[in-house]
């Protein structure tokens, strides 16, 4: 709880002292450290949703479920002030994932998930870089495609097997090479059948996570383990498929990986 506090305290603090980066106030420089601090939010968010949601099924009645709807609104608010589209999702996802294990009936997931439609659709109105990756992911011709189109390229470059750990020549003009685009390095210096091996590697360690949590009996460490999984898959595979030109473009590093 302490970390989500404190957590939600430094959204709060990059709206107004944050380093503005393509348009976005995401992140903060303390104490001569640079930080986002929604990648400290994601998993104590998780941690504590299982924890009110598992208190509404224990002994006291404690009413987890409005602390953790309350929660959710305030950390989705912050995230779309800064804006940051791509980690809302991301929390989203987490967030709706461990409701439904939860219990919640499928006529509260119906809703939501129309709600969720509708959020997207509205952000796609109210958010200009939004509408601009959208436009054009869906019509190549429109649009900056430099990201991508260097993407593709160092994929191209790579072949089966690599140009060689090093021999890279994407990350010498490809923005955030080494965070959003790291996939893409690996793609060429390496090749696709090691990256191939490192998309078997993330499903495996959430088809494992998952293979774990089948029989486990406290609803707690189900719902967090959970939810944390959903979090690191989800945040995988926008990376990756960013990367390889299958969604919108969207600078989400990738877990383990970048930097």
């Known amino acids: 709880m302490l970390g989500l506090v404190g957590g939600i305290a430094l959204l709060g603090l990059t709206l107004v002292a944050g380093t503005e980066i393509k348009g976005a106030t995401r992140w903060i420089s303390l104490a001569g450290f640079s930080l986002q601090p929604s990648e400290f939010v994601k998993p104590c968010f998780a941690v504590v949703a299982a924890w009110m949601f598992a208190s509404q099924h224990g002994a006291q009645r404690v009413p987890g479920n409005a602390i953790s709807i309350a929660l959710y609104a305030t950390v989705l608010g912050l995230l779309l002030l800064q804006p940051d589209l791509g980690m809302a999702v991301v929390v989203s996802a987490t967030w709706f994932a461990q409701f439904f294990l939860a219990g919640l009936s499928l006529v509260w997931v119906g809703l939501l998930a129309i709600v969720g439609i509708a959020g997207l659709v509205g952000a796609y109105f109210a958010f200009d870089h939004v509408r601009e990756r959208i436009d054009s992911f869906l019509d190549p011709t429109t649009g900056d495609r430099y990201q991508i189109d260097r993407s593709l390229e160092a994929f191209a470059n790579g072949g089966w097997f690599g140009r060689g750990p090093g021999e890279g020549t994407v990350k010498l003009v490809l923005p955030d090479a080494h965070s959003d685009f790291v996939f893409s390095v690996l793609g060429e210096e390496f ?5 191939l091996f490192i998309i078997a590697l993330f499903a495996f360690v959430i088809l494992r996570g998952i293979a774990r949590l089948m029989n486990e009996q406290n609803l707690f460490v189900l719902l967090a383990a959970s939810g944390l999984l959903v979090s690191f ?9 960013s990367a390889l030109s299958m969604i919108p473009t969207k600078g989400m590093p990738l877990p383990l990986l970048s930097h």
């Open 191 to 195: 090749g696709a059948v090691v990256g």
């Open 233 to 241: 898959g989800l945040q995988a595979a926008i990376n990756m498929a």
